[in-house]
């Protein structure tokens, strides 16, 4: 199979639901990452995406709408507390679990009576969403077990020959995936991180906590809020390492563990003081830039062969929570407290 890339804009969009509409399935920009998209009410389009993905059965698909009146379709209540965030937060990177209305298909929920709902911000993704005049099942665009794709040619490198169309629109403003939410009564509970934050929920709902799998690694087999969350999400080649302590003391520890195929993700300029090979991602106290190149550079250091990698300690500042936890999933929990 022959895999189009064609740039954001009306032809790219008309083909695209034409795809979708037929059944097919295509890679569509949005703010966050890329997702790899089909009619969320045909559950033969939902299991191409699957297929596509390589991506366990047991994992369930977030659907994309492009109006707060297409949940109607796919949501068998909407609580006064999930109505006030979602006014607050849509379009935009949050994810809301509701009750499943009876017409989604097994596929989209794997199994679950709750569907995850998003309403893009991508003017791009919102075009298509509007001309397929469907709800959307999408997960992220990439090979089950890659990072999230934050640019077109991350989904090229990942899906090319087995998907027939990219919807180019560029690198992703965020960079990070959606924050995933449950909501309960008047409580908020955070499944996924992402850079909608706790404090941001926090001014709508006074009641946030953030689900105990979101910094500790869930156990094999537990049951978690988030079936994602179980999943080894990313293993690069290199072993990570995640070092918390300042830069003095990151430079001491790693300079001594290193060899020739040693590589440090640090913070703008700290590369100069360090006679290893370096990537950044950005200044210190910049989490959104961390999180928008954070994939990118994990996908790099794949790219050099890196054997070790020493990461800094990202800020868990705003959406610095949701790069810390993509971070010690990359991992695998490995974090030196200096
Ligand atoms: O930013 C994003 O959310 C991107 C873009 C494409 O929208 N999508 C994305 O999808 O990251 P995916 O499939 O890679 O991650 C969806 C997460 C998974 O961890 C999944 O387990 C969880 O959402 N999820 C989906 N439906 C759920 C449900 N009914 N209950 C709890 N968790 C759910
Ligand atoms: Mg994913």
Redesign the pocket.
């Known amino acids: 199979m022959q895999t189009k890339v064609m740039k954001c804009g009306q032809p790219a969009y008309e083909y695209a639901a034409k795809l979708i509409k037929s059944g097919d399935i295509a890679a569509i920009p949005?703010e966050?990452?890329?997702?790899l998209a089909a009619d969320a009410f045909n559950p033969c389009a939902v299991k191409k995406i699957f297929a596509a993905k390589g991506r366990p059965q047991d994992?369930?698909?977030?659907v994309?709408i492009s109006d707060i009146n297409m949940m109607k379709s796919i949501v068998s209540d909407v609580s006064s507390a999930a109505l006030k965030i979602a006014e607050k937060f849509w379009p935009g990177?949050l994810?809301i679990?509701f009750p499943k209305a009876s017409g989604v298909p097994y596929e989209v929920?794997a199994g679950?009576e709750?569907?995850?709902v998003?309403f893009?911000a991508h003017a791009g993704a919102q075009e298509i969403i509007k001309a397929c005049g469907t709800p959307l099942a999408?997960?992220?665009a990439n090979l089950s077990g890659m990072p999230?794709p934050t640019s077109a040619r991350h989904v090229f490198d990942d899906l090319n020959g087995k998907i027939k169309l990219i919807v180019d629109g560029g690198s992703c403003s965020v960079g990070v995936?959606?924050t995933?939410i449950?909501v309960s009564g008047e409580s908020v509970s955070v499944?996924?991180p992402?850079m909608i934050t706790v404090e941001d929920l926090k001014a709508v709902v006074p009641d946030v906590t953030v689900d105990k799998a979101v910094l500790e690694g869930a156990e094999k087999n537990q049951r978690v809020?988030?079936?994602?969350?179980k999943y080894k999400h990313y293993a690069p080649k290199a072993e990570v390492t995640v070092i918390d302590g300042d830069f003095e003391k990151f430079k001491q520890y790693v300079q001594s563990r290193s060899d020739s195929e040693t590589y440090c993700l640090v913070f703008d300029s700290e590369e100069k003081s360090l006679s290893l090979p370096c990537l950044t991602m950005g200044k210190a106290e910049d989490e959104n830039e961390h999180a928008r190149v954070l994939f990118e550079r994990l996908r790099e250091l794949d790219e050099l062969d890196a054997k070790k990698v020493f990461a800094r300690m990202p800020s868990l500042n705003g959406v610095g929570l949701a790069v810390y936890n993509r971070l010690i999933r990359a991992a695998a929990f490995r974090v030196i407290r200096l």
């Open positions: 949005t966050t990452v890329y997702g994992n369930p698909l977030i994309h990177p994810t679990i929920t679950l709750t569907v995850a998003r893009p999408a997960p992220s999230s995936e959606s995933v449950a499944l996924r992402g809020a988030s079936p994602g969350m």
